[in-house]
């Protein structure tokens, strides 16, 4: 019998809860980790870990820097101990208005007043006519600077400005707004007017750059050209002032630009290609003979609505209109039947063109209109449009044929 088990009945286990609950218990041991020397910062301190973390990498230390080198505290520790009044610090600073602040390390520029970045707002207005914002990018009148970093400036107190402004907080309380729409009403006659004063002054013709206009204060050639990006201010819609002066004949461009279409033009070159070739151009039938124009360029005019063109379209659907050359959105099928002395005709007729017998790759046959070369050739292997089948154009003219020439 088992030892446990009294007289065939096992014996119960104790339970949990009759279980000792005491164990032993480790005594608590003092962290390796040894505290910080921070206990003891100044204000020194943390100027001299500046000056080395600028040695070393060319920029100030911000909270995101991580940890400093050789030491266990981070930037970030830092900045909070500075806003909090921790490790012995007074508080109510941070890292940030530390480097700002009356040691300003970080200080390249000169201090900024409102009457300074007004001067530079009227420079700005005198060359573009209009006042500055925070996208115009650098500060003419002041190199190094940008509008955008006047506007932080101006909106955090930065480089000796109070703080809480802006820009168009500044003109606003100069009496100035932004408002384009006051601007006056222009005539096309009165810009082609200060373009032909402008060249007889300085022998070329003006561009966006070109400054003010010295007939017309307030007005300057870069506002000309913006207006007539958008078609404000009663100017036609154009590319640039440059389109403009050559859509005008003033000026010639190199490139020369693009003449009108018009309709009946296009469906000249369409007959003319036709006669041509045997079938209809596509987008992809390259430049158009005689014409410094392309296929291509005639596709995407149709499409973007371009050179007086209606938009929306295409050159398929512009011929599908005009010459019903598709049926149902699809090529209408060459349906004619076909003979062996017809083909021998037209093959006669490819070799006395090009000095060879056509085969699947000849392309379009120039007197059957939607019909190609491999159309015939498939007719011949497979037996459809009255042809007997089994044959091809290989077959049929033989291969000593195929690359032979006429005497």
């Known amino acids: 019998m088992r030892a446990d088990t009294l007289e065939g009945v ?4 104790p339970s949990r809860s009759t279980r000792p609950t005491h164990r032993l218990r480790r005594t608590p041991t003092r962290s390796r980790e040894r505290r910080p020397e921070a206990g003891d910062l100044t204000i020194e301190t943390i100027l001299a870990w500046a000056n080395r973390f600028h ?7 911000r909270t995101s820097s991580g940890r400093i080198a050789g030491r266990r505290e981070t930037w970030e520790a830092i900045d909070l101990a500075l806003r909090k009044g921790l490790q012995g610090l007074p508080g109510g600073s941070s890292l940030s208005m530390l480097l700002h602040g009356p040691r300003n390390l970080r200080r390249r520029k000169p201090l900024l007043t409102a009457d300074v970045i007004f001067g530079w707002a009227e420079d700005h207005f005198r060359r573009t006519g209009r006042w500055p914002r925070m996208v115009d990018g650098p500060v003419a009148s002041a190199p190094g600077e940008t509008w955008k ?32 729409q006051a601007r006056p009403v222009l005539q ?33 050639w870069e506002a000309i050209d913006r207006a007539l990006k958008q078609g404000a201010r009663g100017l036609p819609r154009t590319r640039s002032l440059r389109h403009f002066l050559v859509s005008c004949g003033l000026l010639w461009s190199p490139t020369g630009l693009k003449p009108q279409l018009v309709p009946s033009r296009i ?34 005019a149709l499409h973007r609505g371009k050179r007086g063109l209606k938009g929306s379209a295409s050159l398929s659907r512009f011929l599908n209109k005009h010459r019903k050359i598709f049926a149902g959105g699809k090529r209408r099928p060459y349906t004619r039947k076909l003979s062996l002395g017809r083909i021998r005709a037209w093959a006669k007729k490819h070799r006395e063109r090009t000095g060879e017998w056509p085969h699947r790759g000849s392309g379009p046959v ?13 007719a011949l292997r497979k037996g459809r449009r009255g042809l007997p089948g089994g044959s091809s154009l290989a077959k049929l003219f033989g291969p000593k044929k195929q690359g032979s020439r006429p005497s």
Not at 55 to 61: F, L, S, V, Y
Not at 160 to 169: C, D, M, N, Q
């Open 267 to 300: 469906l000249a070159w369409a007959d003319a290609f036709y006669r041509r070739h045997g079938c209809w151009p596509q987008a992809t039938s390259g430049p158009i003979e005689g014409e410094n124009e392309s296929w291509q360029g005639i596709e995407l």
């Open 188 to 220: 096309p006659k009165q810009v082609l007017d200060w373009a032909k004063a402008f060249h007889r002054e300085q022998g070329t013709w003006p561009f966006k750059k070109s400054g003010p206009i010295r007939d017309a204060p307030g007005e300057t």
């Open 149 to 180: 970093k006047v506007n932080e400036a101006l909106w955090e107190g930065f480089r000796g400005l109070e703080g809480g402004s802006s820009l168009k907080l500044l003109l606003r309380s100069r009496g100035i707004t932004y408002d384009d």
């Open 366 to 378: 120039p007197r059957a209109a939607r019909l190609s070369w491999q159309a015939v050739d498939d």
């Open 10 to 13: 096992p014996r119960s286990r």
């Open 55 to 61: 040695a070393k990498t060319g920029k100030w230390p």
